[in-house]
């Protein structure tokens, strides 16, 4: 036993392209577009700020330096010139604004005032008295106004110097008017004492203007500073960024071609096994048949698929499955090589195409590459977490130019060639015949139609009477199912029941056949006849499931009918599938009063000991032993132990497919309870039957169809 790998090991798949899946590339990022517009944006945001708070600390650095320089002028005037003037300050709280302008003291002081500015940057001066009322200005057209609400005049009258910068297009100074200047006013209160209170406010105001053109000539070359410096950094940052782009743009190329790559491969093979897929196969098994045209030799594809391998999936889980399926493909790939053809399509199946056939070795070669292929699998179990799998595999097989020309036809043909290997057993092979595209073709229609026959009710019943073989009299009626096709006219079970049972379908056309039948039992009741079990075949399926107790009653109920009306007939392999499951369902049935009966007996495999431990009520012994009665000794040994065993068992037996006479008697010599067969009546649409039961309603039944309406009891 060996423990498969947990990944493909496909050769090819590794030489080509990592395992791992990639995502694909997405839009590709342009990172020296996001980086000129984020270094540009982050220069604004350092240079901003910086040259925003540098201006502001000097301005108010020269404010400050201003106001200082004005205070000292403030402190000058107070000392030298107030004293002298301070008798007119306090008179000028009586005088008007023209008699204060025409006042000689106003002379005085403006010639006292512009001899202590002299050389200085003093360009106007305002003298308040604490009213707020102007009574000095260098500007004479000024003197008289009240600034009482002025927030510098008030301030300085409380005690506090404070200053501004303003920009004045327009400024009457000293000796003239000056333009376009930037000027310091500073109010400052007039104190002889410090200890005083002041007496007055002082408004100086100083010109700037030099100063703040060389602030912003500082300004500017600290931004050309602060730009080199950036431009400079900035270079260098491209010059990496730019290296990095490339670099990225190399991997994003680099990228899209790996993921194009690993696209293509993907599209080509199997991602669990990392062979080439169905998509990956045609154009080489196109090559491969173009090459037998041309050497005129056969090639041929092979076509194994894995027995039971949805039961492996649904006992174990579908990751042990999957683990085994790769390494089926190991295996198969270490068989085969690269010398031929190998591809997985899907599920379980994996296609092995073979060329280079002589005309007169082409099977040969085949069965040893198929025989290989199976011991390669069967040989040896593969351990999986635990699991101890024993694999084995059908082949089909399809022969060019035999069995196709096209791949599409040798594909189809190889695996119509499987199905019929699996239905034949495990572990075997099956070549392509003509007579199994026959039978698909009438499956395809078959599966085609059921649906839309379900859906339009285009099913009947027909009933074949039971007869007791001891004094004649009807004693029920199997209820068998036919199909009205619209066009084919009446179909018979046995081309549809097999595609419904693999499509899905045949509990849902059990459950119409329950119904059906248990509805024309009422109609038959009602209208009079006697009450007659009716018995109906269910499938496996039908006793697996859970809810057919429940389907069951409700049925009954829904035609009120006893539950001895109804017989429900199931086989041998129906109860071996889930022998636990169905035998459950079978005794919950029972005990409602539903009568069971074990169909095809003799046919399968059941022992003694496994029939009695079942709550059947009938048995019934298949038409293929009766057959051969009175003059085979298998068939008549066979109906004596079945009908014996059926005897010991307390079960009443019931013979199918009586047809002769001769057949009759010797069920009746071996003690058989009923028989129903041909030779009593064949199968008979519901209005016909309720005739044939009411023509013999109480009589013994006399031999029909062929053989004429002789007694045969």
């Not at 008697?665 to 039961?693: H, I, K, N, S, W």
């Amino acid at each position: 036993m060996i423990e498969p790998p947990t990944r493909p090991t496909h050769a090819v798949a590794h030489r080509l392209l990592p395992t791992v899946a990639m995502q694909p590339p997405g839009k590709k990022f342009r990172l020296l577009r996001y980086f000129a517009l984020t270094s540009l944006l982050g220069v604004l945001l350092v240079l901003a700020p910086l040259v925003y708070f540098y201006r502001q600390f000097a301005t108010e650095a020269l404010e400050q330096h201003e106001t200082h320089d004005n205070v000292v002028v403030a402190q000058v005037f107070a000392s030298t010139l107030w004293p002298r003037h301070a008798a007119f300050m306090q008179a000028a709280a009586g005088l008007g604004p023209q008699q204060l302008r025409e006042h000689p003291q106003v002379a005085l002081i403006r010639a006292d005032v512009l001899q202590q500015m002299k050389g200085l940057s003093v360009v106007k001066v305002k003298i308040y008295d604490l009213r707020g009322m102007t009574v000095f200005s260098t500007d004479a057209r000024q003197i008289g106004e009240d600034k009482s609400d002025d927030e510098g005049v008030q301030g300085a009258i409380a005690g506090r110097v404070s200053s501004e910068i303003a920009f004045e297009n327009t400024f009457d100074a000293f000796e003239k008017v000056i333009n376009d200047r930037n000027l310091v006013s500073s109010y400052i209160p007039i104190r002889v004492d410090e200890r005083q209170a002041p007496q007055g406010v002082f408004e100086v105001y100083s010109d700037v203007t030099d100063y703040m053109v060389e602030l912003k000539q500082t300004t500017w070359e600290i931004i050309g500073v602060v730009l080199g410096s950036l431009g400079v950094f900035y270079v260098f940052m491209y010059a990496i960024m730019r290296r990095a782009d490339q670099v990225l743009r190399r991997q994003a190329h680099n990228e899209a071609q790996t993921h194009e790559a690993l696209l293509a491969y993907q599209a080509l093979h199997d991602p669990l096994t990392g062979l080439p897929n169905r998509e990956s196969l045609t154009p080489q098994v196109g090559t491969l048949l173009e090459a037998a045209r041309s050497s005129q030799q056969k090639c041929a594809l092979l076509c194994l698929g894995l027995d039971g391998f949805k039961e492996i999936n649904d006992s174990v889980g579908h990751q042990v499955g999957d683990a085994a399926l790769v390494e089926v493909g190991r295996r198969l790939q270490a068989l085969f090589g690269d010398a031929h053809i190998l591809a997985r399509l899907g599920g379980d199946e994996f296609v092995i195409a073979l060329g280079d056939l002589s005309q007169a070795l082409a099977v040969e070669r085949i069965v040893q590459a198929l025989e290989r292929a199976q011991t390669a699998i069967a040989g040896r179990p593969i351990l999986i977490d635990g699991n101890d799998l024993s694999l084995t595999a059908c082949v089909g097989v399809a022969i060019y130019p035999d069995d196709g020309q096209q791949v599409a036809e040798l594909l189809k043909a190889a695996d119509t060639a499987l199905t019929h290997a699996k239905r034949n057993g495990r572990n075997g092979y099956q070549f392509h015949t003509q007579g199994m595209n026959d039978h698909v073709l009438e499956t395809l229609w078959v599966d085609r139609d059921l649906r839309r026959a379900l859906e339009e009710n285009q099913f009947v019943l027909y009933y074949q009477p039971k007869i007791d073989l001891v004094n004649g009299r009807i004693t029920g009626a199997e209820a068998l199912i036919r199909w009205q096709h619209p066009t084919r006219g009446l179909v018979m079970p046995g081309q549809f029941i097999r595609v419904a049972e693999e499509r899905g379908l045949i509990v849902a056309l059990g459950d119409w056949v329950m119904r059906e039948a248990c509805r024309q039992n009422k109609a038959w009741q009602e209208a009079g006849m006697a009450e007659l079990p009716i018995a109906i075949n269910l499938s496996a399926q039908h006793f697996r499931l859970s809810t057919l107790l429940r389907d069951v009653k409700r049925t009954l109920q829904d035609h009120a009918l006893g539950a001895d009306c109804l017989e429900l007939e199931l086989t041998e392999s129906s109860i071996m599938q889930d022998a636990v499951a169905t035998i459950a369902t079978m005794r919950r049935l029972t005990e409602v009063g539903v009568v069971l009966a074990l169909d095809d007996f003799g046919t399968g495999y059941s022992s003694l000991s496994q029939l009695k431990g079942l709550p059947l009520a009938n048995l019934k012994l298949d038409q293929s032993f009766v057959r051969g009665l009175p003059d085979d000794h298998d068939d008549l040994a066979i109906c004596t132990a079945v009908i014996a065993m059926g005897q010991a068992l307390g079960l009443k037996v019931i013979a199918e497919g009586v047809e002769t006479p001769e057949q009759l008697a010797a069920l009746r010599t071996l003690g058989c309870d009923v028989g129903q067969g041909y030779l009593f009546a064949r199968p008979l649409p519901a209005a016909q039957f309720m005739e044939f039961v009411q023509r013999h309603g109480g009589m013994e039944v006399t031999a029909f169809g062929a053989l004429g309406d002789n007694a045969i009891f």
